[in-house]
């Protein structure tokens, strides 16, 4: 199965915003709002950062925050610190009861 | 405190089987559904295997149906993944994760290392 597609990589300075988009088909992204993002640091288990589109786990950072616009997923991470370097995954239910993952996104905070 | 510990990964020929066990703690964990999800070195991650709260519900990515099967002790707090005839794609570091749905991962375990080699 095809992955969702996300760019390999994304830069920027501390205190600026940046944008990771996740770009699936009307069978995945498209159709349902069952997209979450995930960050993974360097030898650590993925944490979960938003869910159902949208929503954040209470322990998450309101700095974090997740849209949808047609078949194309958001990550928008607003004032950022050097600890948010890491890799960023999407994933979404895709049809027939499978899940499907973005390929990955390398954060470099420069 | 939530924790997720995987075991049973090692070194595998190509063709045989191992089977990963995930013990939780510090969550109801029959409430909750549980999955698997891989991780090939350097690579992204790999949704495998899920299955609901009460384990009467099971699903697989096309790529191991037939091969895996996940299932649950909800007595035991674990969750377990059967993998027969390996391949050599199939080497990652595999992750038990939890979710109030099965296609959600809102905690993840550590990860075992799977190797299928000759």
């Known amino acids: 199965q095809s992955a969702l597609t996300q760019p390999a990589s994304v830069s920027g300075s501390p205190g600026q915003s940046i944008t990771i988009s996740c770009t699936g088909t009307?069978?995945?992204?498209?159709?349902?709002?069952?997209v979450s993002w995930y960050q993974q640091h360097p030898g650590r288990a993925p944490r979960l950062l938003i869910y159902d589109v949208i929503s954040r786990p209470s322990p998450i950072s309101t700095r974090f925050s997740g849209t949808k616009s047609g078949n194309t997923a958001s990550l928008t991470i607003s004032g950022l610190q050097a600890e948010d370097e890491a890799d960023y995954y999407c994933s979404s239910y895709r049809h027939r009861n499978t899940l499907v993952f973005g390929g990955g996104t390398k954060l470099t905070v420069l | 405190e939530v924790q997720l510990l995987e075991s049973g990964g090692g070194l595998v020929q190509p063709g045989g089987s191992l089977r990963l066990s995930c013990a939780a703690s510090g969550f109801p964990f029959s409430s909750y559904a549980m999955s698997w999800v891989r991780q090939a070195p350097g690579k992204g991650l790999d949704w495998v295997s899920a299955?609901?709260?009460?384990?009467?519900?099971?699903y697989h990515a096309d790529s191991v149906k037939g091969r895996f099967t996940i299932s649950r002790d909800n007595s035991k707090s674990t969750v377990y993944l059967q993998m027969n005839s390996l391949r050599a794609d199939d080497t990652a570091r595999y992750f038990c994760a939890k979710g109030t749905s099965w296609e959600l991962h809102d905690f993840w375990g550590q990860g075992t290392l799977v190797t299928v080699s000759s």
């Open positions: 299955t609901s709260a009460s384990g009467g519900t099971t």
């Open positions: 009307t069978s995945d992204v498209g159709g349902y709002n069952y």
